[in-house]
């Protein structure tokens, strides 16, 4: 494949992430009640209590993240990074502007649950695959790791629980339990996703 083909190649996976990611997060669970960890789960614990974009917040915080991690994660991941976020942000902002297009799914979060997962897990596991980041959870991951000792996979475990824990103060024990679910699932499809690319590497 030519540097060229690989160039486009590398950011239509990564537009469709970003896309399937805000998807996810806009019809299942904006609407269903249920949270997500880390920086995501900041956006939508900013859009219940003060009505803030997901599309703003989540710029916002991830640019914090990507400025914490710089001297981490390089420039190149940096670079990446940033178009995926902002790839993320303009899909949702443009889905913001219609109706959700899946039913609303609140009534049953046993199923909003593993759908939002799958959304969320395969969106989040084709930007990093193809070398970006979908919010700055893999920056903040990779700086607590570095600075804590602990490996990436549980510091990912630990921001997930602490924004889990405050996402107590607007939903109800069962939401959160059902957030758990679903992070749980989407993490684990996201690690299957890595496995290939690791493995390649």
Not at 96 to 104: G, N, S, V
Not at 125 to 137: E, H, N, P, Q, Y
Not at 165 to 191: D, E, F, R
């Amino acid at each position: 494949m030519s540097a060229r083909k690989s160039f486009f190649h590398t950011y239509i996976i990564m537009a469709l992430g970003a896309f399937i990611l805000a998807f996810g997060l806009y019809s299942v669970h904006a609407q269903a009640g249920i949270t997500e960890g880390g920086v995501l789960g900041v956006t939508l614990l900013l859009r219940h209590f003060f009505g803030v974009s997901p599309s703003v917040s989540e710029v916002v915080l991830d640019l914090l993240c990507y400025l914490l991690a710089f001297r981490v994660l390089g420039k190149g991941f940096a670079q990446n990074a940033l178009i995926s976020t902002l790839m993320y942000s303009g899909f949702y902002a443009l889905l913001e502007r219609f109706p959700p297009l899946l039913r609303d799914l609140s009534p049953y979060p046993y199923l909003a649950a593993p759908l939002g997962a799958l959304f969320v897990g395969v969106g989040v596991g084709l930007v990093v695959s193809a070398g970006g980041a979908c919010c700055g959870d893999d920056a903040l991951a990779l700086t607590i790791s570095r600075l804590s000792g602990w490996d990436v996979g549980r510091c990912y475990l630990f921001t997930d629980l602490v924004v889990l824990g405050l996402s107590l103060t607007y939903l109800p024990p069962a939401n959160l339990l059902w957030s758990l679910v679903s992070v749980t699932l989407s993490s684990a499809i996201i690690s299957l996703m890595q496995r290939p690319r690791e493995a390649a590497a």
